[in-house]
């Protein structure tokens, strides 16, 4: 659903996305690239790819956690 014209939320602004996995893939993915980013992103036990395009870099606030006995990502 949309939210009503009298809210004053813009939810460009207040919507942050996380994931696990490949769910942390995709929220890296979307933030970075999104022409209507969020206002930020986590990913635990994911990565990014470096077919990324990186135009919100700066512009999106990332916190991304991986544990340092995952055999896959490291």
């Not at 990332?62 to 896959?72: C, Q, S, Y």
């Amino acid at each position: 659903g949309k939210l009503p014209p009298s809210s004053k939320i813009d939810p460009h602004h207040r919507v942050y996305i996380g994931g696990f996995s490949q769910g942390g893939v995709m929220s890296v993915g979307y933030s970075l690239q999104s022409s209507t980013p969020p206002a930020g992103a986590i990913s635990f036990s994911g990565y990014s790819l470096k077919s990324f395009d990186y135009t919100n870099i700066k512009k999106v606030p990332m916190l991304l956690m991986n544990g340092d006995r995952d055999p896959i990502i490291r």
